[in-house]
């Protein structure tokens, strides 16, 4: 007993209601936990190519195919509606 220590402390983000989250779900939490007693490693999850190659040519085609949709008024719109979103917030600390 307490030959193992697990930091699941959550700091709360100061500009924002909603606290951060942990990344790794309770049983991930268990599978490292039993892993680290018994001296093992878990498997690294590897993505698979196939996927990643599909998802890599819809995002180039779709990112031309939006662009050339639009017209330059609907660019302007967008654009300064992602700056506002961006830099328009002025309750931060």
């Given at each position: 007993?307490?030959?193992?220590e ?32 018994t ?5 690294k ?22 662009a050339?949709?639009?017209t ?14 961006r ?5 931060r600390?």
């Open positions: 007993m307490g030959q193992f697990f930091d699941v402390h959550v700091a709360p983000v100061p500009w924002c209601g909603m606290p951060k989250r942990s990344r790794t779900d309770i049983n991930s939490l268990a599978a490292s936990i039993v892993a680290q007693a001296g093992t490693q878990l498997p999850r590897r993505k698979n190519p196939h996927a990643v190659a599909l998802g890599r040519k819809g995002g180039l085609v779709g990112g031309v195919a939006r050339k949709a639009l330059p008024e609907d660019r302007a719109r967008i654009a300064k509606a992602a700056a506002l979103a830099w328009g917030k002025k309750d600390p």
